[in-house]
């Protein structure tokens, strides 16, 4: 059952009623099905997937939804445009992490350039440290309203030093995208069906572009519950499918879930595109969207989980992303007891 910690942080989407509305397939554990029972009383929740040592073991859609239904993971697809990086770095389309972007971006930097854009790497863009000017929260309708979102993120002025404190910011990974597109000539879009498309059922069903036509690196990318989840039991599995085959290097997984930075948020570590922190006594590794949408892996556990919700606004202030973290701890303490 949810614990009185996390019964707490849900008393804002206690549901007048109704249960889970789609069976388990398999049946789960007791403990586990007792889990995914309580978890009906948070409203927004869509679909809850767990998987333990690469099968899964609970299929839960509640509150009328459907399993197979698509979702926008909104931030979560950070995870996967720091997988694209990678990959890009594996195949030496990208010479590294420490590769300065503004001579791949020359063509979209301002006039008179702040001499600090020289400074700004791969690295710093994939860890939040660029030290540019955040597009999210109350920038990002301003940001995305401009004529050429790659020029109008490197003209504003800099909120901080490249390697400097972690600056959350969409803006960073849109960078990447657009890095990703200048380098291949192909865009992330097709390069997320080349590079990823061996993951049996991974598929992006759909993806916003800029005015440019370069994707939103790291926002407005929907895909099903079990999407995310193949995605995410591919990074516990070291980089591998199922049938063994190397899709993400395993080195470049180890490096996205190495600490680099701390959100003055949360107080969560972040890595490359992941955040890092304990939960239910294990250290867990997850990627977050607004609005409560989660793939979290509990590597000690062999543990994927991929949660998605109806966008009912910012999770963090609300408490509801907590409860979601609540909610992994009673499926943590289930394993366990499982």
Do not use: C
Not at 27 to 37: C, E, H, I, M, R
Not at 103 to 118: F, M, N, S, V, Y
């Amino acid at each position: 059952m949810l614990t009185r910690r996390s019964t707490l942080f849900a008393l804002p989407f206690l549901a007048a009623a109704g249960r889970s509305l789609a069976q388990t397939v398999p049946q789960p554990p007791s403990a586990l099905s007792g889990v995914l029972d309580a978890a009906a009383a948070l409203q927004p929740l869509k679909v809850v997937l767990v998987s333990r040592d690469g099968r899964t073991v609970a299929r839960r859609a509640y509150n009328g939804q459907r399993l197979d239904g698509a979702t926008n993971i909104k931030s979560a697809s950070k995870s996967i445009i720091s997988a694209l990086v990678g990959i890009a770095i594996d195949r030496r389309v990208l010479d590294g992490v420490e590769q300065p972007v503004a001579p791949i971006l020359k063509a979209d930097l301002p006039g008179r350039p702040d001499p600090r854009l020289q400074n700004v790497t791969i690295g710093n863009l994939l860890s939040m440290q660029a030290g540019l000017s955040r597009m999210s929260g109350p920038n990002y309708g301003r940001w995305v309203s401009s004529r050429n979102w790659v020029r109008f993120a490197l003209s504003e002025p800099f909120d901080g030093e490249p390697g400097g404190d972690m600056l959350y910011s969409t803006a960073s990974t849109h960078l990447l995208s657009a890095v990703l597109t200048r380098r291949t000539g192909q865009s992330t879009l097709s390069l997320a069906r080349e590079w990823l498309g061996p993951i049996k059922d991974f598929d992006i069903s759909s993806w916003e572009r800029d005015p440019q036509g370069i994707y939103l690196g790291g926002n407005q990318m929907a895909m099903t519950a079990g999407s995310l989840l193949a995605f995410g039991e591919v990074y516990r599995n070291g980089g591998r499918t199922a049938d063994g085959r190397q899709v993400i290097p395993a080195d470049w997984i180890a490096q996205s879930w190495t600490q680099r930075t701390t959100s003055r948020f949360s107080g969560d570590g972040y890595g490359y595109g992941w955040f890092l922190r304990q939960i239910g006594g294990e250290d867990v590794k997850f990627g977050w969207g607004y609005g409560g949408q989660m793939i979290y892996i509990v590597p000690s556990l062999g543990l994927t989980v991929a949660m998605t919700s109806r966008d009912t606004g910012p999770s963090a202030r609300s408490g509801y992303r907590d409860a979601l973290h609540g909610l992994l701890a009673d499926i943590i303490r289930a394993s366990k007891d499982g």
